[in-house]
């Protein structure tokens, strides 16, 4: 069946330190979201890419969308501990989305 | 302020019990879900609704039931016949399939 997967499963950094988490699929969606989940919370919206080869920028996190529309990354600059929590993608296709397992980072201070 | 109440936030059940799980959301969103989170796991799709009156289901309906009589409620029934219910319920709802989901916060369910 359709699948997206994610990876790392998990990520321990510095403080300070860059962090990137990936999402890929094997077929072509028409958009892939992006959701971050605090621990004990419940997911919130980040953003969503459309257009093959996009790249949008939220403050220290960059998202982008692969030319091909089968893969996508999450990179976040100089984390802080405010980053921790787990991030998920999200991608829709053929009427459904399909969340990724998500990426659980640890940041340490 | 719009969004999504889930209630209760913890709830505990004997085996045996149905229970049911509360989903109200204020935002005028036609569609709206209920995801099954085990620790450590992503979302499971359990049941979707796109319009009032009717309702999907998901990868894992077995052992759960929904309604959808106002576009506003979406209630999760979780029955006897679900062998392994404790999990994090989340209830999400969108305008449309495409956009962005809106989560409640949650409800924990435990089996005692």
């Known amino acids: 069946g359709q699948q997206v997967m994610q990876i790392p499963q998990y990520q321990h950094v510095q403080e300070g330190e860059d962090f990137t988490t990936y999402c890929n699929s094997s077929t072509t969606l028409s958009n892939i979201q992006w959701y971050k989940q605090r621990p004990g919370g419940h997911p919130v919206f980040l953003i969503q890419?459309?257009?093959?080869?996009e790249v949008k920028k939220q403050k220290r996190l960059t998202f982008q969308f692969g030319e091909a529309k089968k893969n996508s990354s999450l990179h976040i600059t100089a984390t802080q501990t405010t980053d921790v929590g787990t991030y998920f993608c999200a991608g829709f296709r053929g009427g459904k989305t399909i969340f990724g397992a998500g990426t659980r980072l640890f940041v340490k201070a | 302020d719009g969004g999504i109440t889930q209630s209760p936030k913890y709830l505990f059940r004997k085996e045996g019990q149905n229970v049911t799980l509360s989903c109200e959301q204020n935002l005028n969103h036609d569609a709206m879900y209920w995801y099954r989170q085990d620790p450590g796991q992503g979302l499971r799709l359990i049941y979707y609704?796109?319009?009032?009156?009717?309702?999907q289901k998901g990868d894992i309906a077995e052992g759960y039931s929904v309604s959808r009589e106002k576009k506003e409620s979406f209630p999760l029934t979780v029955t006897s016949a679900q062998k392994n219910p404790t999990a994090f319920y989340l209830c999400?709802?969108?305008?449309?399939?495409?956009?962005?989901?809106?989560f409640g916060s949650g409800t924990r369910l435990t089996v005692v």
């Open positions: 609704s796109q319009i009032v009156n009717d309702f």
């Open positions: 890419l459309v257009k093959s080869g």
């Open positions: 999400a709802s969108t305008p449309d399939r495409v956009a962005g989901y809106t």
